[in-house]
């Protein structure tokens, strides 16, 4: 993995040209086909195509070369040939693991400037604050960080069967682990309790930190954990499950996609259960 530098402001000695350019259009990025294989252009390139290019935002240095982000302004009718617009869960295996990452970060940090141009207090326009990733009100003064929502999301084991749920907007016969966002006041302990009991009515102990995963869809920070079964039966009451039951490692469900942290859950326990 090549070093990076998360800064605010690019080297003024630096030549713009040869920087790394994350083009986005709403939530799609801007990529070059080469085969299967998807490349970021340069800033150089993507000046070629004579796109309107709005809201810029520099991410940092990557190996010597600058980071930055642009938000279109207006989608192209037709781009030339190898040039294309793609959803980031698209682009996840088709460009270097290190890039995606990175383009995670440059579509949050759009969406960010974006919703923050002006004060959610008073409404006057916020600037951007010098040698910090952040914004600060011309009137009043407050400052604003980007946004990231944690969520929660875990495995729950009990006697060599996994605890696995089917969201009402899934796709037909894909279950996934239990998930859910972190309330003011509460620890994440408590979270992964009480989203499992709101789910599927399931209560849980010896609740153990697994990883973490940040999020781009929009801008969660995701943080696995391993849960014990302590007790009850499954009641669904939350609108947003459809389904919920007992797996086996013999008898799974389809699962969710390898670029997600619940299918690293679920592959661990399935190792850590000898199957």
């Given at each position: 993995?090549?070093?990076?530098?998360?800064?605010?402001?690019?080297?003024?000695?630096?030549?713009?040209?040869?920087?790394?350019?994350?083009?986005?259009?709403?939530?799609?990025?801007?990529?070059?086909?080469?085969?299967?294989?998807?490349?970021?252009?340069?800033?150089?390139?993507?000046?070629?195509?004579?796109?309107?290019?709005?809201?810029e935002t520099y991410l940092g240095d990557l190996d010597g070369s600058d980071l930055i982000a642009w938000e279109l302004s207006e989608r192209a009718e037709e781009f030339p040939e190898?040039?294309?617009?793609?959803?980031?869960?698209?682009?996840?295996?088709?460009?270097?693991?290190?890039?995606?990452?990175?383009?995670?970060?440059?579509?949050?940090?759009?969406?960010?400037?974006?919703?923050?141009?002006?004060?959610?207090?008073?409404?006057?326009?916020?600037?951007?604050?010098?040698?910090?990733?952040?914004?600060?009100?011309?009137?009043?003064?407050?400052?604003?960080?980007?946004?990231?929502?944690?969520?929660?999301?875990?495995?729950?084991?009990?006697?060599?069967?996994?605890?696995?749920?089917?969201?009402?907007?899934?796709?037909?016969?894909?279950?996934?682990?239990?998930?859910?966002?972190?309330?003011?006041?509460?620890?994440?302990?408590?979270?992964?309790?009480?989203?499992?009991?709101?789910?599927?009515?399931?209560?849980?102990?010896?609740?153990?930190?697994?990883?973490?995963?940040?999020?781009?869809?929009?801008?969660?920070?995701?943080?696995?954990?391993?849960?014990?079964?302590?007790?009850?039966?499954?009641?669904?009451?939350?609108?947003?499950?459809?389904?919920?039951?007992?797996?086996?490692?013999?008898?799974?469900?389809?699962?969710?996609?390898?670029?997600?942290?619940?299918?690293?859950?679920?592959?661990?326990?399935?190792?850590?259960?000898?199957?």
């Amino acid at each position: 993995m090549k070093p990076f530098r998360s800064m605010v402001r690019p080297s003024e000695s630096r030549d713009r040209a040869s920087a790394i350019a994350f083009a986005f259009h709403r939530s799609e990025l801007l990529v070059l086909r080469n085969g299967e294989h998807l490349e970021l252009p340069s800033y150089e390139q993507l000046t070629q195509l004579h796109l309107d290019l709005g809201l810029e935002t520099y991410l940092g240095d990557l190996d010597g070369s600058d980071l930055i982000a642009w938000e279109l302004s207006e989608r192209a009718e037709e781009f030339p040939e190898g040039w294309e617009l793609a959803g980031l869960r698209a682009v996840y295996g088709a460009v270097d693991d290190q890039l995606f990452a990175l383009a995670g970060r440059a579509v949050q940090l759009l969406d960010w400037r974006r919703n923050h141009r002006y004060c959610g207090r008073c409404g006057s326009p916020a600037d951007l604050v010098d040698g910090d990733r952040a914004t600060r009100c011309a009137n009043c003064g407050l400052f604003n960080y980007p946004r990231l929502s944690p969520a929660v999301i875990m495995t729950v084991e009990r006697e060599g069967a996994c605890l696995l749920a089917h969201g009402v907007n899934f796709a037909d016969g894909v279950y996934s682990c239990v998930a859910g966002f972190v309330e003011p006041g509460e620890s994440l302990e408590e979270a992964v309790a009480r989203e499992v009991r709101e789910e599927t009515g399931i209560e849980v102990t010896d609740v153990r930190y697994f990883g973490s995963q940040p999020w781009p869809f929009p801008n969660s920070l995701m943080i696995g954990f391993n849960a014990q079964y302590a007790g009850g039966d499954i009641v669904l009451e939350d609108a947003e499950i459809g389904d919920a039951k007992w797996f086996t490692p013999d008898d799974m469900p389809i699962l969710p996609g390898k670029i997600s942290i619940a299918r690293r859950l679920i592959d661990d326990w399935i190792e850590r259960s000898g199957s």
